[in-house]
């Protein structure tokens, strides 16, 4: 019987954990998944996003956490008296093929005719 515990115990051991393993516990996804979503709202209304906007832009995100972080970094922002940053970067190929059909969507509408004046 010796032998056999002195070989289960390390497995015992190293299965405690599920660290090693690459095995999240439901509490640390959670957390982490508030955490990121904390984190986007907060850049949102830093970057001078409404809050539906954020909605919009990160469907993925729980819409309470970036609630909640959009609004903590709101109150941050007027005790400190901080102006909202406006991005510098440019935007993605991606986002220019679909801003381009945006476009594309609005050259096709029909145009009201001019009206001529009367004098």
Known sequence: MKPRLS???PVLVA???CEPL???SA???AHKRESEGKAVGAACRHAGRAIED???LNRKADKAAVYAGWREMND???ENNIQVVAPQLT???GSAAASASAEAEVVDAPRAKPRKSSS
């Open 91 to 93: 935007p993605t190929p």
């Open 27 to 29: 509490g640390a996804v």
């Open 54 to 56: 954020c909605f919009t």
């Open 76 to 78: 941050y922002m007027r």
């Open 15 to 17: 299965l405690a954990g």
């Open 7 to 9: 070989l289960l115990l």
């Open 22 to 24: 690459g095995i999240e």
